[in-house]
């Protein structure tokens, strides 16, 4: 039996949405909450390189904007996010003529987004808890699995526009 295209995009969304969300429950049940009084709990998953603690942003990416005041944070935090959410979910189903790689992307990004709207709704914050750091060379904020599928999303695409071979009109 076939799936339908967009129980696929549902599924795919939801799947995103999931795995976030059950990583987040299992961080907060775990891993001591990181506070200004409290350093919390740090486990090293590989040496100093991948490391894992429990950190609640109240802002966006990076933790920007946790300092706004609450009717700031409400627009551009939950309501703006919500709403582009909705057309990106309405544009990833409407729009037929997407390619594969696209869809999936799209999806992605859509499920992330999703999961860490859900956060900030539900709990006023988003629970991160990644961390890596590459012995200064690069090193990362803290983050999470919803920002993994957003990043993986908008990886994704840029290769589709950079690398896609559209077809050209042929010409006489």
């Known amino acids: 039996m076939k799936l339908s295209r967009t129980a696929g995009i549902v599924l795919l969304i939801a799947f995103n949405i999931a795995i976030d969300q059950i990583s987040k429950v299992i961080v907060r049940s ?3 909450l ?3 009084t409290d350093p919390g709990e740090r486990i090293n998953v590989i040496g100093d390189t991948f490391l894992m603690m429990n950190v609640e942003n109240e802002g966006a990416f990076l933790g920007m904007g946790s300092d706004m005041n609450d009717t700031l944070k409400l627009l551009l935090l939950k309501i703006l996010p919500i709403a582009v959410l909705v057309y990106l979910v309405y544009y990833i189903i409407k729009t037929t003529a997407l390619d594969k ?6 999806c992605c990004i859509a ?7 859900f956060d900030r709704v539900a709990f006023g914050k988003v629970t991160d808890f990644f ?3 590459f012995g200064g060379v690069f090193r990362t904020g803290i983050f999470n699995v919803a920002d993994m599928s957003v990043t993986f999303g908008m990886i994704i695409l840029a290769y589709v526009t950079l690398f896609s071979k559209k077809k050209k009109p042929q010409t006489a």
């Open 34 to 36: 990181r506070t200004e």
């Open 131 to 133: 961390h890596l750091d």
């Open 101 to 106: 790689l696209s869809l999936i992307a799209l």
């Open 30 to 32: 775990n891993i001591r």
């Open 111 to 117: 499920g992330g987004g999703i999961a860490n709207v």
